[in-house]
Nanobody, 115 residues
Framework: QVQLVESGGGLVQPGGSLRLSCAAS????????MAWYRQAPGKQRELVAG???????NYADFVKGRFTISRDNAKNTVDLQMNSLKPEDAAVYYC?????????WGQGTQVTVSS
């Protein structure tokens, strides 16, 4: 059984920052690639950032230089630090991992960027 629980969403003004956190209950967390996706109303879910077991990272072009993904293997958490937020960053953000060829998602956390 895999459980992913996101937290940290909320309302922020353009240019502001938020830090999302995902608490993962999954066997061998440290060996898992983890990722953050987002989905805005009427749009497809899209990859935001990923981090491998070796702490290699990849980012969508639209967040490069603004967002940072990190992991704490001692706490089984993966965080997404979001800076310089734009209105177009508003979405539900989901934590993701893949275990035994199955995709696992958290329930999502809402990020609203508005003045």
């Amino acid at each position: 059984q895999v459980q992913l629980v996101e937290s940290g969403g909320g309302l922020v003004q353009p240019g502001g920052s938020l830090r999302l956190s995902c608490a993962a209950s999954v066997i061998n967390f440290s060996s898992r690639t983890m990722a953050w996706y987002r989905q805005a109303p009427g749009k497809q879910r899209e990859l935001v950032a990923g981090i491998t077991s070796g702490r290699g990272t990849n980012y969508a072009d639209f967040v490069k230089g603004r967002f940072t993904i990190s992991r704490d293997n001692a706490k089984n958490t993966v965080d997404l630090q979001m800076n310089s937020l734009k209105p177009e960053d508003a979405a539900v953000y989901y934590c993701y991992t893949r275990v035994l060829l199955r995709d696992w998602w958290g329930q999502g956390t809402q990020v609203t960027v508005s003045s």
